[in-house]
């Protein structure tokens, strides 16, 4: 049973764009969600994070929101550039003592020039 | 700092072979974790260690896969008898600390293919 789940496959977005990433997830525990990206051929490399006593967490080009009602998260890049292209992984840890990542399965993004 | 260095990058090797994949973690890690990562199921984590003990193994699939850490600047992951199904990107990663939002640094993965 997937606790994290990235919906979207893929997506693909125009360069100067906002690209949105979608994450659910069922674990009312969950109280720390990360994004991860990865590039072909290297591992995964953490991008932002945002805890649960917030809603919104900003660096850059990168905003991360989360809506606990819902149990969703998303990525917004804006504007996306053609660097950005890779795998998203939306990951999330729950709060007492040490806990695992626990992964989506991500979601593919092209941004195209 | 050298990141989480993983060896082989690549492995080919034939149904029925033993399988053992290296890393190092970063230095000062008190965490390292093995993920696997397949198209079907994503990044599953299969087994990670604290101070060189591991605390949870229930990710790993079944008894042909064994992991061990040594000591705190090594561990290795392997399965014997290799089939096909367990063709995948074999992650590495560490980490410093318990405390929330502690950030996992992954290595560039081994990659096997058993034909």
């Known amino acids: 049973d997937q606790q994290v789940k990235q919906n979207s496959p893929s997506l693909s977005v125009q360069e100067g764009r906002i690209s949105i990433l979608n994450c659910d997830y069922t674990?009312?525990?969950?109280?720390?969600f990360l994004w991860y990206k990865k590039y072909p051929a290297e591992g995964p490399t953490f991008l932002i994070s945002i805890s649960s006593i917030k809603d919104k967490n900003e660096d850059g080009r990168f905003t991360v929101f989360l809506n606990k009602s819902a149990k969703h998260l998303s990525l917004h890049i804006v504007p996306s550039q053609p660097g950005d292209s890779a795998v998203y992984f939306c990951?999330?840890?729950?709060?007492?003592?040490?806990?695992?990542?626990?992964f989506g399965k991500g979601t593919m993004l092209l941004v195209s020039p | 700092d050298a990141g989480v260095i993983q060896s082989p990058r690549h492995e080919v090797t034939e149904m029925g072979q033993e399988v053992t994949l290296r890393c190092k973690p970063i230095s000062g890690h008190d965490y390292l974790f093995w993920y696997r990562q397949t198209m079907m199921r994503g990044l599953e984590l299969l087994i990670y260690?604290?101070?060189?003990?591991?605390?949870?193994d229930s990710g790993m699939p079944e008894d042909r896969f064994s992991a061990k850490m040594p000591n705190a600047s090594f561990s290795t992951l392997k399965i014997q008898p290799s089939e096909p199904r367990d063709s995948a990107v074999y992650f590495c990663a560490s980490s410093f600390g318990a405390t929330g939002g502690n950030t996992i640094y992954f290595g560039e993965g081994s990659w096997l293919t058993v034909v």
């Open positions: 260690f604290n101070n060189n003990v591991p605390i949870d």
């Open positions: 674990n009312s525990m969950f109280d720390y």
């Open positions: 990951a999330a840890r729950s709060g007492t003592g040490y806990s695992t990542l626990t």
